[in-house]
């Protein structure tokens, strides 16, 4: 059963960089897969950040994508996400998840636990 | 970007009873819409997907219906664990438009 992990510092300075890491153990990050970032602030809905694919092809939401990187490393079975340019809008519980395809459509089917990023100076 | 909207917002219900969530999408999706139940503190949990197919090890008692821009969750027989907050999600207008979540029902006593 596949499981993701989440961890990175819980306070970033707002103008700062968001990083986190996913950990996958009992899958692997190079499996017909896509690994998404998605976040939610308190008390509000999810909000998908962006995805990412072994081959390296990446999705971003629009309005994100000038401020986001999301990345894999398959030496460590790891995903990444950085945010940069951080502000109190950005404070939320960040999730990473295994996205599989389900004949043309992507269905979120495992996720982490999450970790709480506040921005706060 | 396809706005998504749920109704109601919140529900009180008891052990037993059957309840019904609509997510309506702001344009046709066809049937990439799928749901999830969030409890307090946890990541969201896959119920549904492609509108009207159960997750593997998801309790029959759940369900799904609909197609284009009206979709239902239901709850056959409500249990104590299924007090949460349930949220659609669109897959259809992706990656450009995103996986547009809905703004969430919230199911309780």
């Known amino acids: 059963q596949v499981q993701l992990q989440e961890s990175g510092p819980g306070l970033v300075k707002p103008s700062g960089t968001l990083s986190l890491t996913c950990a996958v153990s009992g899958g692997s990050v190079t499996s017909s897969h896509w690994w998404s970032w998605v976040r939610q602030a308190p008390g509000k809905r999810p909000e998908w950040i962006g995805e990412i694919f072994h081959s390296g092809s990446t999705n971003y939401k629009p309005s994100l994508k000038s401020r986001v990187a999301i990345l894999l490393d398959k030496s460590s079975n790891q995903v990444f996400l950085k945010l940069t340019s951080v502000t109190a809008a950005d404070t939320a519980v960040y999730y990473c998840?295994?996205?599989?395809?389900?004949?043309?459509?992507?269905?979120?089917?495992?996720w982490g636990q999450g970790t709480l990023v506040t921005v706060s100076s | 970007e396809i706005q998504m909207t749920q109704s109601p917002s919140s529900l009180s219900a008891s052990v037993g009873d059957r309840v019904t969530i609509t997510c309506r999408a702001g344009?046709?999706?066809?049937?990439?819409l799928n749901w999830f139940q969030q409890k307090p503190g946890k990541a969201p949990k896959l119920l549904i997907y492609?509108?009207?197919t159960l997750e593997s090890g998801v309790p029959s008692r759940f369900s799904g219906s609909g197609s284009g821009t009206d979709f239902t969750l239901t709850i056959n027989s409500l249990q104590p664990e299924d007090f949460a907050t349930y949220y659609c999600q669109q897959s259809y207008s992706t990656p450009g438009g995103g996986f547009i979540f809905g703004p969430g029902t919230k199911v309780d006593i």
């Open positions: 344009q046709g999706i066809a049937n990439y």
């Open positions: 492609d509108a009207s």
């Open positions: 998840a295994r996205v599989r395809l389900s004949g043309s459509s992507k269905v979120f089917d495992h």
